[in-house]
């Protein structure tokens, strides 16, 4: 019976996730992951996503980064932010692979992209998403995200999908 509770206990245990800053190597794996996501489940038919073969010069430039997670070198996750200037930023791109999806990987993506912005004295994280998918906007809100009814005027250059339809703040002072 002993041995019932711990094989049981160790299918509950959170994966191990590893968060690493993007390099090329992992170019291909991120593409293939939010290409699927967004097209899989959310229905996108819009395969233009020019910042996925350029991510240093988009993500990785001023106080700006992006970020993957891993499980075994399965590449199961990423987050980004993009720095707006005026110590703001905008986090972009946070997806993880469904079968990671609940336990942990995107917790710990988050916490490595605040880290960063406190590090980087950012004072305020912006980001934008859909209505239609609850979890996502759950997540936000959880973590200390409050909604606003737009992103500031000067950040809408930094928005790549005109489909989003909620925006959240975190202020970091």
């Given at each position: 019976m002993n041995e019932a509770i711990n094989r049981e206990n160790l299918s509950e245990q959170e994966p191990?996730?590893?968060?690493?800053?993007?390099?090329?190597?992992?170019?291909?794996?991120v593409i293939k992951l939010i290409?699927?996501?967004?097209?899989?489940?959310y229905g996108s038919k819009d395969k233009n996503r020019p910042d996925l073969e350029n991510i240093p010069d988009v993500y990785q430039k001023d106080n700006g980064n992006f970020w993957v997670?891993?499980?075994?070198?399965?590449?199961?996750?990423?987050?980004?932010?993009?720095?707006?200037g005026e110590k703001r930023g905008l986090l972009k791109r946070m997806y993880?692979?469904?079968?990671?999806?609940?336990?942990g990987a995107?917790?710990?993506?988050l916490e490595t992209l605040l880290e960063f912005a406190k590090s980087k004295e950012y004072k305020q994280i912006f980001l934008e998403t859909v209505k239609s998918q609850p979890a996502p906007n759950k997540f936000y809100t959880k973590n200390g995200f409050k909604e606003i009814k737009a992103l500031p005027k000067e950040l809408e250059k930094?928005?790549?999908?005109?489909?989003?339809d909620i925006f959240y703040e975190l202020d970091l002072e």
């Open positions: 191990e996730v590893k968060i690493e800053t993007y390099s090329n190597e992992h170019k291909e794996e290409s699927g996501i967004l097209e899989e489940e997670a891993l499980n075994s070198e399965k590449l199961i996750g990423t987050v980004a932010i993009i720095d707006c993880v692979d469904k079968e990671f999806r609940g336990k995107a917790a710990k993506l930094f928005q790549f999908s005109k489909l989003n």
